[in-house]
Protein backbone atom coordinates (compact mmCIF):
# COMPACT_ATOMS: atom_id res chain seq x y z
CA UNK A 1 0.00 0.00 0.00
CA UNK A 2 1.42 3.21 -0.94
CA UNK A 3 0.46 7.00 0.04
CA UNK A 4 -0.36 9.72 -2.09
CA UNK A 5 2.64 11.89 -2.72
CA UNK A 6 3.79 15.63 -2.82
CA UNK A 7 7.01 15.60 -4.15
CA UNK A 8 8.66 19.22 -3.68
CA UNK A 9 11.80 19.81 -6.21
CA UNK A 10 14.56 22.78 -6.14
CA UNK A 11 17.50 22.91 -8.71
CA UNK A 12 19.67 25.50 -7.37
CA UNK A 13 22.76 26.38 -9.11
CA UNK A 14 25.91 27.50 -7.10
CA UNK A 15 28.45 29.12 -9.21
CA UNK A 16 31.44 29.43 -6.35
CA UNK A 17 34.05 26.06 -6.15
CA UNK A 18 37.01 25.69 -4.70
CA UNK A 19 40.12 27.05 -6.10
CA UNK A 20 38.16 30.39 -7.80
CA UNK A 21 39.09 33.40 -6.22
CA UNK A 22 36.47 34.83 -4.46
CA UNK A 23 38.07 38.15 -4.83
CA UNK A 24 38.12 38.11 -8.17
CA UNK A 25 35.54 35.43 -9.34
CA UNK A 26 31.95 36.91 -7.85
CA UNK A 27 30.17 40.41 -7.29
CA UNK A 28 31.20 43.60 -5.97
CA UNK A 29 30.99 43.24 -2.44
CA UNK A 30 31.75 46.54 0.55
CA UNK A 31 33.54 46.11 3.76
CA UNK A 32 32.54 48.38 6.94
CA UNK A 33 36.47 49.50 8.25
CA UNK A 34 36.25 50.52 11.75
CA UNK A 35 38.81 52.02 13.95
CA UNK A 36 36.83 53.71 17.15
CA UNK A 37 39.22 53.45 20.45
CA UNK A 38 37.78 53.94 23.65
CA UNK A 39 38.25 57.06 25.94
CA UNK A 40 41.31 56.42 27.63
CA UNK A 41 42.79 53.51 26.04
CA UNK A 42 45.64 53.38 23.76
CA UNK A 43 45.02 54.67 20.18
CA UNK A 44 47.90 53.30 17.80
CA UNK A 45 46.95 56.32 15.10
CA UNK A 46 46.95 53.60 12.54
CA UNK A 47 43.46 54.47 11.05
CA UNK A 48 44.58 56.31 7.95
CA UNK A 49 47.13 54.11 6.65
CA UNK A 50 44.70 51.23 7.44
CA UNK A 51 41.94 52.47 5.73
CA UNK A 52 44.35 53.44 2.36
CA UNK A 53 45.39 50.24 2.60
CA UNK A 54 42.13 48.31 2.33
CA UNK A 55 41.03 51.03 0.02
CA UNK A 56 44.17 50.13 -2.34
CA UNK A 57 43.75 46.25 -2.12
CA UNK A 58 39.67 47.00 -2.73
CA UNK A 59 40.43 48.18 -5.90
CA UNK A 60 42.44 45.28 -7.44
CA UNK A 61 40.43 42.75 -5.60
CA UNK A 62 36.35 44.10 -6.22
CA UNK A 63 35.61 45.87 -3.05
CA UNK A 64 34.90 48.88 -1.74
CA UNK A 65 35.78 50.19 1.67
CA UNK A 66 33.24 52.27 4.53
CA UNK A 67 35.36 53.80 6.91
CA UNK A 68 34.56 55.28 10.36
CA UNK A 69 35.83 55.77 14.01
CA UNK A 70 32.16 56.26 14.94
CA UNK A 71 29.78 53.45 16.63
CA UNK A 72 26.31 54.81 15.26
CA UNK A 73 26.63 52.26 12.14
CA UNK A 74 26.09 49.79 14.03
CA UNK A 75 22.57 51.33 15.70
CA UNK A 76 20.52 48.42 13.17
CA UNK A 77 22.11 45.30 11.80
CA UNK A 78 20.33 46.88 8.51
CA UNK A 79 23.04 49.29 8.63
CA UNK A 80 25.38 46.23 8.68
CA UNK A 81 23.80 43.89 6.25
CA UNK A 82 25.80 45.60 3.19
CA UNK A 83 28.41 44.66 4.34
CA UNK A 84 30.24 41.17 3.25
CA UNK A 85 33.00 41.63 6.48
CA UNK A 86 32.93 43.78 9.29
CA UNK A 87 37.15 44.98 10.20
CA UNK A 88 38.14 45.77 13.52
CA UNK A 89 41.46 47.86 12.86
CA UNK A 90 43.39 48.65 15.84
CA UNK A 91 40.32 49.30 18.18
CA UNK A 92 41.16 49.55 21.65
CA UNK A 93 38.80 49.83 25.26
CA UNK A 94 35.12 48.70 26.20
CA UNK A 95 33.49 51.26 25.47
CA UNK A 96 33.19 50.94 21.36
CA UNK A 97 29.90 50.18 21.36
CA UNK A 98 26.83 50.32 23.64
CA UNK A 99 24.19 47.42 24.42
CA UNK A 100 21.77 48.20 21.02
CA UNK A 101 25.11 48.57 18.66
CA UNK A 102 26.65 45.41 20.72
CA UNK A 103 22.92 43.56 19.44
CA UNK A 104 23.23 44.80 16.10
CA UNK A 105 26.94 43.39 15.52
CA UNK A 106 26.02 40.13 17.02
CA UNK A 107 22.67 39.88 15.07
CA UNK A 108 24.49 40.40 11.32
CA UNK A 109 27.05 37.53 12.82
CA UNK A 110 24.05 35.34 13.20
CA UNK A 111 22.88 36.16 9.80
CA UNK A 112 26.29 35.30 7.96
CA UNK A 113 28.67 38.14 8.70
CA UNK A 114 31.94 37.88 8.55
CA UNK A 115 34.53 40.03 11.04
CA UNK A 116 38.17 40.82 10.68
CA UNK A 117 40.40 41.63 13.59
CA UNK A 118 43.80 43.20 13.77
CA UNK A 119 46.18 43.83 16.91
CA UNK A 120 44.61 45.95 19.06
CA UNK A 121 41.27 44.60 18.53
CA UNK A 122 41.98 41.71 21.37
CA UNK A 123 42.99 44.94 23.40
CA UNK A 124 38.89 45.64 23.37
CA UNK A 125 36.67 44.75 25.66
CA UNK A 126 39.71 42.58 27.90
CA UNK A 127 37.18 41.75 30.46
CA UNK A 128 35.64 38.67 30.00
CA UNK A 129 32.61 39.15 31.27
CA UNK A 130 31.65 42.24 29.44
CA UNK A 131 31.10 41.25 26.28
CA UNK A 132 32.03 37.44 25.48
CA UNK A 133 30.29 37.47 22.25
CA UNK A 134 33.23 39.52 21.23
CA UNK A 135 35.99 37.76 22.61
CA UNK A 136 34.76 34.81 20.85
CA UNK A 137 34.46 36.64 17.56
CA UNK A 138 37.74 37.81 17.73
CA UNK A 139 39.38 34.66 19.49
CA UNK A 140 41.49 35.76 22.18
CA UNK A 141 41.80 38.51 24.64
CA UNK A 142 45.24 40.20 25.29
CA UNK A 143 46.83 39.39 28.62
CA UNK A 144 47.92 42.32 30.48
CA UNK A 145 51.26 43.54 32.38
CA UNK A 146 53.47 42.83 30.03
CA UNK A 147 50.72 42.84 27.14
CA UNK A 148 53.30 42.41 24.56
CA UNK A 149 57.06 42.28 23.92
CA UNK A 150 58.86 45.29 25.44
CA UNK A 151 60.26 46.02 21.95
CA UNK A 152 57.48 47.19 19.41
CA UNK A 153 60.05 45.93 16.86
CA UNK A 154 61.10 43.05 18.58
CA UNK A 155 61.81 40.58 15.01
CA UNK A 156 59.66 37.87 15.21
CA UNK A 157 59.79 34.70 13.45
CA UNK A 158 56.63 32.84 12.50
CA UNK A 159 55.66 29.39 10.65
CA UNK A 160 52.72 28.51 8.47
CA UNK A 161 50.19 26.25 11.01
CA UNK A 162 47.91 25.17 8.34
CA UNK A 163 50.89 25.04 5.73
CA UNK A 164 48.96 25.79 1.45
CA UNK A 165 45.79 27.31 3.62
CA UNK A 166 44.33 29.97 0.93
CA UNK A 167 44.98 32.64 3.61
CA UNK A 168 48.92 31.83 3.90
CA UNK A 169 49.00 32.25 0.10
CA UNK A 170 51.65 34.23 -0.66
CA UNK A 171 53.56 34.60 2.69
CA UNK A 172 56.82 33.22 2.95
CA UNK A 173 57.62 30.09 5.73
CA UNK A 174 59.21 31.39 8.14
CA UNK A 175 58.21 34.61 8.10
CA UNK A 176 60.49 36.90 9.54
CA UNK A 177 58.79 40.47 11.02
CA UNK A 178 59.19 43.38 13.69
CA UNK A 179 56.05 43.80 15.11
CA UNK A 180 54.80 44.12 18.73
CA UNK A 181 53.98 40.55 19.92
CA UNK A 182 51.20 39.91 22.08
CA UNK A 183 50.73 37.70 25.04
CA UNK A 184 47.76 35.45 26.06
CA UNK A 185 48.96 33.87 29.68
CA UNK A 186 45.44 32.92 30.87
CA UNK A 187 46.96 33.56 34.57
CA UNK A 188 47.50 37.36 33.06
CA UNK A 189 43.86 37.68 32.09
CA UNK A 190 44.98 36.63 28.80
CA UNK A 191 42.53 34.21 26.26
CA UNK A 192 42.93 32.82 23.18
CA UNK A 193 39.23 30.93 22.00
CA UNK A 194 38.87 27.77 22.24
CA UNK A 195 37.36 26.89 18.45
CA UNK A 196 40.00 28.45 16.61
CA UNK A 197 42.07 27.03 14.22
CA UNK A 198 45.99 28.81 14.41
CA UNK A 199 47.72 29.75 10.99
CA UNK A 200 50.65 31.45 12.67
CA UNK A 201 52.62 30.84 15.29
CA UNK A 202 55.47 32.52 16.44
CA UNK A 203 58.78 31.16 18.04
CA UNK A 204 59.83 31.81 21.45
CA UNK A 205 60.26 35.64 22.05
CA UNK A 206 61.76 35.86 25.13
CA UNK A 207 62.36 34.16 28.21
CA UNK A 208 58.65 34.68 30.45
CA UNK A 209 56.81 31.90 30.55
CA UNK A 210 54.41 33.94 28.12
CA UNK A 211 57.20 34.33 25.69
CA UNK A 212 57.16 30.77 24.64
CA UNK A 213 55.71 29.67 20.91
CA UNK A 214 51.92 30.89 20.38
CA UNK A 215 49.66 31.29 17.88
CA UNK A 216 49.45 34.65 16.68
CA UNK A 217 47.01 34.63 13.73
CA UNK A 218 43.80 32.68 13.28
CA UNK A 219 40.88 31.75 11.92
CA UNK A 220 37.56 30.79 12.74
CA UNK A 221 33.85 28.97 11.20
CA UNK A 222 30.92 31.49 12.64
CA UNK A 223 28.03 29.24 13.09
CA UNK A 224 26.00 32.12 11.54
CA UNK A 225 28.18 30.76 7.86
CA UNK A 226 30.47 33.70 8.13
CA UNK A 227 34.06 33.43 9.11
CA UNK A 228 36.43 35.36 11.68
CA UNK A 229 39.95 36.17 10.90
CA UNK A 230 42.50 37.94 13.30
CA UNK A 231 45.82 38.72 13.60
CA UNK A 232 48.27 40.13 16.09
CA UNK A 233 50.22 41.87 13.81
CA UNK A 234 49.64 45.40 12.67
CA UNK A 235 51.07 48.01 15.53
CA UNK A 236 53.49 50.16 13.15
CA UNK A 237 52.55 52.35 10.88
CA UNK A 238 54.73 50.86 8.48
CA UNK A 239 52.79 48.02 8.18
CA UNK A 240 49.93 49.29 6.18
CA UNK A 241 51.97 51.81 4.35
CA UNK A 242 54.49 49.44 2.68
CA UNK A 243 52.57 48.10 -0.45
CA UNK A 244 55.15 44.98 -0.52
CA UNK A 245 55.11 43.31 2.62
CA UNK A 246 53.29 40.45 3.47
CA UNK A 247 51.06 41.94 5.92
CA UNK A 248 49.24 43.66 3.10
CA UNK A 249 48.94 40.08 1.56
CA UNK A 250 47.90 38.33 4.51
CA UNK A 251 45.22 41.10 4.84
CA UNK A 252 44.14 40.71 1.10
CA UNK A 253 43.69 37.07 1.70
CA UNK A 254 41.55 37.74 4.83
CA UNK A 255 38.76 39.69 3.04
CA UNK A 256 38.99 37.38 0.48
CA UNK A 257 38.65 34.63 2.83
CA UNK A 258 35.99 36.12 4.78
CA UNK A 259 33.72 37.41 2.37
CA UNK A 260 33.09 33.61 0.97
CA UNK A 261 30.48 32.50 3.05
CA UNK A 262 31.35 29.05 4.28
CA UNK A 263 27.62 27.34 3.65
CA UNK A 264 28.45 28.08 -0.24
CA UNK A 265 29.43 25.15 -2.25
CA UNK A 266 33.23 24.14 -2.64
CA UNK A 267 31.30 21.67 -5.42
CA UNK A 268 28.76 22.54 -7.62
CA UNK A 269 25.46 21.09 -7.52
CA UNK A 270 23.94 20.84 -10.85
CA UNK A 271 20.44 18.80 -9.26
CA UNK A 272 19.47 17.35 -5.92
CA UNK A 273 16.18 15.87 -5.90
CA UNK A 274 14.10 13.44 -3.63
CA UNK A 275 10.87 12.09 -4.80
CA UNK A 276 8.84 9.13 -3.35
CA UNK A 277 8.80 5.77 -5.16
CA UNK A 278 7.57 2.09 -4.80
CA UNK A 279 10.04 0.72 -2.42
CA UNK A 280 10.36 4.39 -0.20
CA UNK A 281 12.53 7.94 -0.71
CA UNK A 282 14.31 8.13 -3.87
CA UNK A 283 17.55 10.70 -3.52
CA UNK A 284 19.57 11.51 -6.59
CA UNK A 285 22.65 13.88 -6.57
CA UNK A 286 24.54 15.37 -9.28
CA UNK A 287 27.69 17.43 -8.56
CA UNK A 288 30.85 18.66 -10.48
CA UNK A 289 33.35 18.05 -7.73
CA UNK A 290 36.32 19.98 -7.33
CA UNK A 291 38.43 18.14 -4.41
CA UNK A 292 35.93 17.12 -1.98
CA UNK A 293 37.00 13.53 -1.04
CA UNK A 294 33.33 12.41 0.49
CA UNK A 295 30.10 12.84 0.59
CA UNK A 296 27.33 12.16 3.76
CA UNK A 297 23.81 11.86 2.93
CA UNK A 298 21.65 13.20 6.05
CA UNK A 299 18.30 12.63 6.30
CA UNK A 300 15.63 14.53 9.66
CA UNK A 301 12.13 14.03 10.47
CA UNK A 302 11.57 17.52 11.54
CA UNK A 303 14.15 19.76 9.95
CA UNK A 304 16.27 20.26 12.24
CA UNK A 305 17.91 17.83 13.74
CA UNK A 306 19.45 15.89 11.04
CA UNK A 307 21.14 11.71 10.99
CA UNK A 308 23.90 10.99 8.96
CA UNK A 309 22.53 7.83 7.03
CA UNK A 310 25.08 7.09 4.31
CA UNK A 311 28.60 8.14 3.00
CA UNK A 312 29.83 8.74 -0.79
CA UNK A 313 33.20 8.41 -2.24
CA UNK A 314 33.89 11.40 -4.38
CA UNK A 315 35.97 11.48 -7.93
CA UNK A 316 36.81 14.47 -9.27
CA UNK A 317 34.88 15.67 -12.17
CA UNK A 318 30.82 14.85 -12.53
CA UNK A 319 29.04 12.53 -9.86
CA UNK A 320 25.91 11.36 -9.98
CA UNK A 321 24.83 9.74 -6.62
CA UNK A 322 21.35 8.00 -5.63
CA UNK A 323 20.17 6.32 -2.65
CA UNK A 324 17.06 4.69 -1.56
CA UNK A 325 15.61 5.03 1.81
CA UNK A 326 13.84 2.04 2.55
CA UNK A 327 12.86 3.19 5.67
CA UNK A 328 10.99 5.77 4.48
CA UNK A 329 7.43 4.41 4.53
CA UNK A 330 5.22 6.63 7.39
CA UNK A 331 3.11 9.81 6.52
CA UNK A 332 4.90 12.78 7.17
CA UNK A 333 7.66 14.71 5.80
CA UNK A 334 11.26 13.55 5.31
CA UNK A 335 14.25 15.99 5.33
CA UNK A 336 17.47 15.49 3.18
CA UNK A 337 20.91 16.89 2.74
CA UNK A 338 24.17 16.43 2.24
CA UNK A 339 27.31 17.21 4.11
CA UNK A 340 31.11 17.37 3.54
CA UNK A 341 34.27 18.72 4.78
CA UNK A 342 35.91 21.68 3.68
CA UNK A 343 39.70 21.81 2.98
CA UNK A 344 40.11 24.23 6.29
CA UNK A 345 37.81 21.57 8.50
CA UNK A 346 34.60 23.37 8.34
CA UNK A 347 31.30 21.09 7.70
CA UNK A 348 29.36 22.69 4.78
CA UNK A 349 25.67 21.60 3.74
CA UNK A 350 23.60 21.02 0.48
CA UNK A 351 20.09 23.08 0.46
CA UNK A 352 17.64 20.72 2.27
CA UNK A 353 15.07 18.54 0.37
CA UNK A 354 11.62 17.45 1.74
CA UNK A 355 9.67 14.62 0.61
CA UNK A 356 6.37 14.35 2.39
CA UNK A 357 4.38 11.83 2.70
CA UNK A 358 0.76 12.81 2.99
CA UNK A 359 -1.27 11.55 5.61
CA UNK A 360 -1.13 13.96 7.76
CA UNK A 361 -2.51 17.51 7.26
CA UNK A 362 -0.40 20.35 6.06
CA UNK A 363 0.57 23.52 7.80
CA UNK A 364 -0.84 25.76 5.39
CA UNK A 365 0.00 27.75 1.89
CA UNK A 366 3.14 29.61 1.80
CA UNK A 367 3.46 32.32 -1.07
CA UNK A 368 5.69 32.94 -2.98
CA UNK A 369 8.51 30.07 -3.06
CA UNK A 370 11.10 30.88 -3.96
CA UNK A 371 10.62 34.35 -1.63
CA UNK A 372 11.82 37.35 -2.86
CA UNK A 373 10.46 40.05 -0.31
CA UNK A 374 7.62 39.23 1.35
CA UNK A 375 6.70 35.96 2.84
CA UNK A 376 2.69 35.19 2.67
CA UNK A 377 1.61 32.32 4.52
CA UNK A 378 -1.83 31.36 5.47
CA UNK A 379 -2.24 28.71 7.86
CA UNK A 380 -4.62 26.01 7.96
CA UNK A 381 -7.27 26.95 10.23
CA UNK A 382 -6.57 24.03 12.92
CA UNK A 383 -3.01 26.12 13.35
CA UNK A 384 -4.38 29.68 13.86
CA UNK A 385 -3.46 30.60 17.92
CA UNK A 386 -0.45 28.75 17.82
CA UNK A 387 3.08 29.54 17.85
CA UNK A 388 5.33 29.68 15.05
CA UNK A 389 9.26 29.20 14.50
CA UNK A 390 10.94 30.00 11.30
CA UNK A 391 14.52 28.23 11.13
CA UNK A 392 17.78 28.16 9.04
CA UNK A 393 19.28 25.57 6.98
CA UNK A 394 21.07 24.33 9.73
CA UNK A 395 18.26 24.58 12.85
CA UNK A 396 18.79 27.35 13.79
CA UNK A 397 15.35 29.41 15.05
CA UNK A 398 15.72 33.31 13.22
CA UNK A 399 12.03 33.93 13.98
CA UNK A 400 9.20 32.83 15.94
CA UNK A 401 5.37 34.40 16.93
CA UNK A 402 2.00 33.42 16.85
CA UNK A 403 0.00 32.51 13.98
CA UNK A 404 -2.96 34.83 12.84
CA UNK A 405 -5.21 34.17 9.98
CA UNK A 406 -2.39 35.05 7.78
CA UNK A 407 1.61 36.06 8.23
CA UNK A 408 3.13 38.30 6.21
CA UNK A 409 6.94 39.02 7.00
CA UNK A 410 9.86 40.99 5.28
CA UNK A 411 12.53 39.09 4.49
CA UNK A 412 14.90 41.72 2.93
CA UNK A 413 17.26 41.60 5.67
CA UNK A 414 17.65 37.34 5.56
CA UNK A 415 20.62 36.08 3.84
CA UNK A 416 19.79 34.55 0.85
CA UNK A 417 19.16 30.14 1.67
CA UNK A 418 16.78 27.76 2.71
CA UNK A 419 14.27 28.30 5.68
CA UNK A 420 11.69 25.82 7.49
CA UNK A 421 8.41 27.04 8.79
CA UNK A 422 7.58 25.21 11.90
CA UNK A 423 3.94 25.11 13.72
CA UNK A 424 3.83 24.42 17.68
CA UNK A 425 2.70 21.07 18.13
CA UNK A 426 2.85 19.68 14.61
CA UNK A 427 6.62 18.03 15.16
CA UNK A 428 7.62 16.37 12.06
CA UNK A 429 6.05 19.26 10.07
CA UNK A 430 7.36 21.99 8.50
CA UNK A 431 7.17 23.74 5.32
CA UNK A 432 10.51 24.15 2.90
CA UNK A 433 10.94 27.60 1.49
CA UNK A 434 14.19 29.33 -0.27
CA UNK A 435 14.65 33.07 -0.06
CA UNK A 436 16.59 34.94 -2.61
CA UNK A 437 17.49 38.12 -3.63
ZN1 LIG B 1 50.37 47.80 19.54
Known amino acids: MRFSLLVVFLIIPFSLSWGQDPCLGGAPFRILHFTKTSEGSFDHNTRNNSRAMFEAIGAANNFTVTDTDQSDIFDQVSNLLPYTVIVFSNTTGSDLL ?84 YYWSEDRGGQISPGITSLLTV ?118 LTYLDQEAVASGDYYYRFSWQEVDGAVAFSPVQVVRIKGSPSLGALTPNPVTHH ?51 QTGQSMMFLVQH
Open 98 to 181: NTTQRAALEAYIAQGGSFIGIHAATDAYRNPSTWPFYNNLVGGIVQSGPSHTSDANYRGTMTHDVPGHPLLEGIEDPWNKEDEY
Open 203 to 320: AKTGDMVFDSARAITWFRQLTGGGRSFYTALGHNNGDYTDASNSFRTLLRNAVCWTSTNSLLLPIQLLSFTARSVEQGNQVDLWISNEGVEELHLEKSRDGAEFQNIRAFRLHEGENK
Open 375 to 425: LRFVPNTAHVGKRYMIRDILGRRIHSGWLDTELVLSTDSWTQGTYLIQVEG
